[in-house]
């Protein structure tokens, strides 16, 4: 589900997982209230987008300013935005690839970089970069 965590008052972010049927105004909402959000895709980086045109909600997300970062629900491998069409969708709107980070190290990290950063592509390239061996690749 979706939580609201504060760190240090300096940061909001939102987290929530992908399922089918999700109703795409809760991007809206995450538009309006959030700096960033780490979304649990589907397996290496699937998202919804038949009927409710989640990428499309993605994409006004970082037009606006959010920072949206994409792991995984799977336990192993992590993502590759390359193998399908929303994924490779999701890489050219500017998506943060959490790569092989767990859903925890992508919230924390997401959490640090709001902190440090407020451009956009900072806040990219930090998240994307491996400190501490938070991801292999």
């Given at each position: 589900?979706?939580?609201?965590?504060?760190?240090?008052?300096?940061?909001?972010?939102?987290?929530?997982?992908?399922?089918?049927?999700?109703?795409?105004?809760?991007?809206?909402?995450?538009?309006?209230?959030?700096?960033?959000v780490v979304i649990e895709s589907f397996g290496i980086g699937g998202v919804p987008?038949?009927?409710?045109?989640?990428?499309?909600?993605?994409?006004?997300?970082?037009?606006?300013?959010?920072?949206?970062?994409?792991?995984?629900?799977?336990?192993?491998?992590?993502?590759?935005?390359?193998?399908?069409?929303?994924?490779?969708?999701?890489?050219?709107?500017?998506?943060?690839?959490?790569?092989?980070?767990?859903?925890?190290?992508?919230?924390?990290?997401?959490?640090?970089?709001?902190?440090?950063?407020?451009?956009?592509?900072?806040?990219?390239?930090?998240?994307?970069?491996?400190?501490?061996?938070?991801?292999?690749?």
């Open positions: 589900g979706f939580c609201r965590p504060q760190w240090l008052g300096i940061s909001q972010k939102q987290s929530g997982k992908m399922y089918p049927g999700i109703d795409g105004r809760v991007f809206d909402f995450i538009k309006n209230n959030y700096r960033g987008d038949n009927y409710n045109d989640i990428s499309t909600k993605l994409r006004e997300l970082t037009e606006a300013g959010t920072a949206v970062a994409i792991t995984t629900q799977c336990m192993y491998e992590g993502i590759d935005l390359s193998v399908y069409e929303v994924g490779q969708t999701l890489a050219k709107q500017g998506i943060i690839n959490c790569a092989d980070m767990t859903f925890e190290a992508s919230v924390m990290k997401l959490m640090w970089a709001l902190a440090e950063f407020d451009n956009i592509k900072d806040i990219k390239a930090f998240m994307e970069k491996p400190y501490f061996y938070d991801k292999s690749y």
